[in-house]
């Protein structure tokens, strides 16, 4: 899926609570189906109808504590990616969402604790695992990935990172 | 120092002493996906460069999240994994076969000691025999048919120990939905869970499996029932924690005080007894899925069901969770007693718990259902509310066309 990351993301913030299940980020019935613009159709459809008419190309989705915990489907970050949204920032998130985000190259930053309002313009930079509230002018700094993750981010997910290293590779300091 | 299973398993998968917090790269046993998440995983595997799978006997798909399929888009994904699973040569279960994890385990194909990667959130069901399971996404499952590999992170294990004697008329949906009130839905986020103490050897496999396949809605990335009276078809070396094991926390249950329990809509952790909500009319009793469509789970209700009829208001879907559980109960004659009763039967698969067909409920109509989750919308309506209980309770609501206590009739 798609290309290198930049390395600084600036857009708007659009801002939900805590718990965001996958079903509210994209319903089952919508998932079966190849075509990709269909998630992005119904993305937050039962939390937030309006939202896929008032996402603009680059936006940054901010969530509370376990950001899209439930389902395995990888239709939930594809349904955000595709609907336009350039970055997910979350207290904290459900595991298998973070590894489905990464692994299609949507960034994802966990920022255990910030001050977000919906409509703030951010500036999130992804190399220093920081988010600046560029409304607020207020800093706010992210917890470190584990290097393989930074490296399938970095190549803009892992169907572009087994193409080019064709296996997994670890770094030393990862044991 | 002590190992946990999760480190134990993880360990003799990478060839050295792994413990919590070190990242890994570790060879699977196995790797499945379904229908939701197969074609997209054909699809990243094709987008990565992949020609042919690492090893065509250690994977698996499923058709069964909307089988057989109810329109022709569906269809058409199914048509792609035929097309794949003839091409790779590799195993794939039809329409109607069963639901995955039941499949997984009925089959034998997953075992104890395994990593096993599946392409659905509740693969922690393995960990009812003493597999680690573990739930990715698509391109994840793609990643592992092109190189038989996974990274993975050790997580950190909460032990849950149960003490004293089950009660009769008490499921392990009972118990795990009382361990997902108490830790919450986020509870075991990163984390491995271990259920252990006495009262794990009386649990049946059907009652392992309930409990593990729900360890995911605390939010664990996989767990384990420890193997104490575990009874399977084959021999097999159980892997048990060292003494010395160091745990994150500990739980202690009081098996002997649960009672039956109910999640309420919309959260499977919003968790209170059953008699806190019982007369609560419901329009819609569901029993079935990879949770509770076991026979043990078709054979409670049918207790519950016999010589009696559903409420009127009420209707009462059953999904067995496989092909050989439906048999099963035609030949002893559950399915007799719950079609007497007034139960519509749906082929063995996923059926209404994933929205997409044989029973979406209607605008605020209440729904009890033995799943796994009651997320909004989950059932195909987000106008619905519904409430997750065990085989017994769901069938002793759907007799009184209200939420019921159903020790009264055990």
């Known amino acids: 899926m798609g290309r290198k990351q930049n390395i600084k993301i600036t857009g708007k913030a659009h801002v939900y609570g805590d718990h965001i299940d996958t079903d509210a980020i994209i319903p089952g019935k919508y998932t079966k189906t190849l075509d990709l613009q269909t998630f992005a159709d119904h993305v937050l459809e039962d939390l937030d109808p309006e939202f896929k008419d008032r996402v603009q190309p680059g936006d940054i989705l901010v969530g509370g504590e ?22 997910v920032i979350a207290k904290y998130f459900a595991r298998i969402f973070f590894r489905n985000a990464v692994n299609i190259g949507l960034p994802v930053l966990e920022v255990s604790d910030f001050e977000i309002a919906t409509g703030d313009e951010l500036e999130v930079d992804l190399k220093a695992g920081a988010v600046e509230n560029l409304t607020t ?19 803009g997910g892992l169907v572009n990172y087994l193409k080019k290293y064709g296996d997994y590779r670890l770094q030393k300091d990862e044991g | 120092m002590g190992q ?145 590999k996974i990274w993975l992170k050790v997580p ?41 103490g006495p009262a794990v050897s009386a649990l049946s496999l059907s009652g392992r499996i309930s409990m593990a396949n729900m360890m995911i809605e605390a939010g664990a990335k996989t767990g384990f029932v420890h193997p104490t009276g575990l009874k399977l078809p084959y021999t097999f070396t159980a892997e048990l924690p060292d003494v010395e094991a160091k745990y994150h926390r500990t739980i202690t249950i009081d098996a002997a005080a649960i009672q039956p329990m109910v999640s309420q809509p919309h959260s499977p952790d919003k968790v209170v007894a059953v008699d806190q909500v019982a007369g609560k009319k419901i329009h819609y009793a569901f029993i079935g899925t990879c949770v509770n469509g076991r026979l043990e789970d078709l054979q409670m209700a049918a207790r519950i069901l016999r010589d009696v009829k559903i409420h009127p208001h009420t209707r009462l879907i059953v999904g067995p969770a496989s092909r050989q559980v439906f ?33 979406v409920p209607g605008n605020d109509e209440v729904v009890i259902s033995t799943a796994n989750r009651n997320f909004k919308g989950r059932m195909g309506n987000p106008h619905a509310k519904i409430y997750l209980a065990s085989p017994a309770t769901v069938a002793a609501s759907a007799r009184e066309g209200k939420i019921a206590n159903p020790l009264k009739y055990l």
């Open chain 1, 66 to 87: 376990n950001f899209g915990c439930g389902s395995s489907r990888e239709q939930a970050p594809l349904a955000l990616k595709v609907a336009g949204v350039s970055a």
């Open chain 2, 327 to 359: 048999l099963d109960a035609v030949k002893d004659r559950t399915v007799e007693i719950l079609l007497k009763a007034g139960a519509t039967f749906i082929p063995p698969g996923c059926g209404p718990c994933v929205g997409t067909h044989s029973g």
């Open chain 2, 156 to 196: 950190r294990t909460i032990k849950i120990e149960l003490i004293g004697k089950i009660p009769m008329g008490i499921q392990g949906k009972d118990l795990i939905l009382d361990v997902i009130g108490k830790t919450g839905i986020a509870g075991a986020t990163y984390q491995a869970m271990e259920f252990c």
């Open chain 2, 4 to 148: 946990t299973i999760v480190e134990k398993i993880i360990s003799a998968h990478a060839a050295k002493n792994v413990h919590q917090g070190e990242i890994v790269i570790v060879a699977v046993d196995g790797a499945m996906a379904s229908d939701t998440t197969a074609p997209l995983a054909i699809t990243s595997f094709r987008a990565m460069g992949g020609k042919a799978v690492w090893d065509p006997d250690k994977c698996f798909l499923v058709i069964d999240h909307a089988a057989p399929a109810p329109n022709e888009r569906i269809s058409n994904l199914h048509v792609l994994m035929r097309e794949f699973a003839a091409e790779q040569h590799c195993k794939l279960f039809e329409a109607g076969e069963g639901i995955c994890h039941q499949l997984m385990i009925e089959k034998n194909i997953v075992r104890p000691g395994h990593i096993f990667i599946g392409a659905d959130s509740h693969s922690c069901a393995y960990g009812a025999i003493d597999a680690l399971g573990a739930g990715v996404g698509s391109t994840d499952l793609a990643a592992v048919w092109l190189t038989g």
């Open chain 1, 137 to 155: 002018g207020r800093r706010f700094s992210a917890t470190k990935m584990p290097q393989v993750m930074i490296e399938i981010l970095d190549e």
